[in-house]
Nanobody, 124 residues
């Protein structure tokens, strides 16, 4: 079992940066495949980025590739999403998620645990 707590959301203007954090409250030494998703009203949850257990592999959606960077610090049980050059279309509630076994990083159903979400709003 793992509890995920996101932080770092807020307001930004287009072109600015924000960094999201996701603290995983879990047994020490237990690492999960983790990802970031986002969702806007009336739309399905969309995969943004994901990272393997030890951080050796990362995955990005085409919409954020080159602007967002996912990373993790397993010593702190924390995952990050550095978001640069933000655009108004990045406005959404961002969720972090953890999976015990991952087959498709972009599929929300693959993830077993979810955070409560943090709002990111980007104005033009």
């Amino acid at each position: 079992q793992v509890q995920l707590v996101e932080s770092g959301g807020g307001l930004a203007q287009a072109g600015e940066s924000l960094r999201l954090s996701c603290a995983a409250l879990t047994r020490a030494g237990r690492y999960y495949f983790m990802g970031w998703f986002r969702q806007t009203p009336g739309k399905e949850r969309e995969a943004v980025a994901a990272i393997s257990r030890l951080g050796r592999a990362t995955y990005y959606s085409d919409s954020v590739k080159g602007r967002f960077t996912i990373s993790r610090d397993n010593a702190k049980n924390t995952m990050y999403l550095q978001m640069n050059n933000l655009k108004p279309e990045d406005t959404a509630v961002y969720y972090c998620a953890a999976a015990t076994v991952n087959r498709d990083y972009a599929r929300a159903a693959e993830y077993d645990f979810w955070g409560q979400g943090t709002q990111v709003t980007v104005s033009s």
